[in-house]
Nanobody, 119 residues
C-alpha cells in the first residue's frame, strides 16, 4: 500500500500549483482521501478531503474558494488544485486515505511534497 504525493515546487504569490496523490496497492475508489500541510514550527493542518463514492468535498476555511480537490479513480489519483497561492500556504503537503468518508481517522499516509510560495 502506497500513497505518493507530487507536484510541489516554488511559486510566486498569486500563482497556482496542482498536487497529485497517486495510490497503489489498494482500491482508491473505496477510500476517502485527505490533504494535510505542515509549515515549519506549526502544527499539521487539514486542508481538504474528498469522500469515496459521492465525491463530497470539504475544505479548511483558510483555503475555501482557492483550492479544489478532485479524484480520478481510473487513474488511482486524487488532485489538489491550488490557486491564488499565498505565502502562508507554504509547507509540506501530505495525502492520506481512510475508508469511505472523511472522519480524520486515516489508515494510510503518503510522503509529503514541498510547496513554497515566495516572491
Amino acid at each position: 500500500v502506497q500513497l505518493q504525493a507530487s507536484g510541489g515546487g516554488l511559486v510566486q504569490p498569486g500563482g497556482s500549483l496542482r498536487l497529485s496523490c497517486l495510490a497503489s496497492g489498494f482500491t482508491l475508489e473505496d477510500y476517502a482521501i485527505g490533504w494535510f500541510r505542515q509549515a515549519p514550527g506549526k502544527a499539521r493542518e487539514g486542508v481538504s478531503c474528498i469522500t469515496s463514492s459521492e465525491g463530497s468535498t470539504f475544505y479548511a476555511d483558510s483555503v475555501k474558494g482557492r483550492f479544489s480537490i478532485s479524484r480520478d479513480n481510473a487513474k488511482n489519483t486524487v488532485y489538489l488544485q491550488m490557486n491564488s497561492l499565498k505565502p502562508e500556504d507554504t509547507g509540506v503537503y501530505y495525502c492520506a486515505a481512510e475508508p469511505a468518508v472523511c472522519r480524520g481517522e486515516y489508515d494510510y499516509y503518503g510522503q509529503g511534497t514541498l510547496v513554497t510560495v515566495s516572491s
